[in-house]
């Protein structure tokens, strides 16, 4: 019974607290949104970097927010995308032909989740577009290459972002080569942005 009361009023938190969560996820989105699209936080070598205080201090003033919070919002990303980046390289994904669409859509969710820098529905759709393509001309890249595609192309196609996602962030995130994204990208026929 006291279990069942406090899980009640933990859910049940007040409007005043609701709108401080909400506003803590707006100003993480927005700072994100301005790393991915306007800064690059890999090495040449697609090593993960520190980011200077240049330009968190560039991010700050492109997104209106104090320098303490986008220094704090970046390291805890950065942070947590070097763990991601270590489970992806000794984590294989196993799938087959008929549970390929549902991980797919997992695994853009979680992503989604990670970094809010692209439209989750679009990206779904794109999702069963681009295995009708690949199964068109005959080509089966690695899941995370069809990850960052996917990403990639409705980024590309996102008529409400002037600036797009740089490349070298997109494979970063999904943990996938430039050889590999270059080449899934010229086979499919997509051009450069």
């Known amino acids: 019974m006291t ?15 609701r709108t401080i969560f909400e506003f803590r996820r707006d100003v993480r989105n ?26 968190l201090r560039g991010i700050a003033g492109l997104t209106k ?12 990303f950065l942070t ?4 991601s980046r270590e489970f992806f390289k000794t984590n294989s994904v ?5 549970s390929l669409p549902r991980k797919i859509n997992i695994y853009l969710h979680k992503l989604r989740r990670f970094a809010p820098v692209f439209n989750y529905q679009r990206a779904k759709q794109n999702s069963h577009i681009l295995q009708i393509k690949l199964n068109q001309i005959f080509l089966w890249p690695q899941f995370m290459t069809q990850i960052a595609i996917i990403i ?13 996602i740089k490349q ?7 943990g996938c080569s430039a050889y590999a994204f270059h080449r899934t ?4 026929g997509l051009g450069k942005y």
């Open 65 to 76: 927010i104090p320098v303490k919070i986008v220094d704090a919002v970046v390291s805890k």
């Open 152 to 164: 990639y192309v409705t980024d590309l196609n996102d008529p409400q972002s002037e600036k797009k």
């Open 30 to 55: 927005t700072v994100l949104n301005s790393l991915f699209r306007d800064y690059s936080f890999f090495s040449p070598d697609q090593k993960l970097r520190e980011m200077p205080i240049i330009e």
């Open 185 to 188: 990208r010229n086979k499919l």
């Open 168 to 174: 070298t962030n997109i494979r970063g995130l999904c």
């Open 80 to 83: 947590d995308l070097r763990h």
């Open 3 to 17: 279990q069942v009361e406090s899980n009640y009023y933990v859910n049940r938190a007040p409007i005043a607290q």
């Open 94 to 98: 196993s799938y087959t032909p008929f």
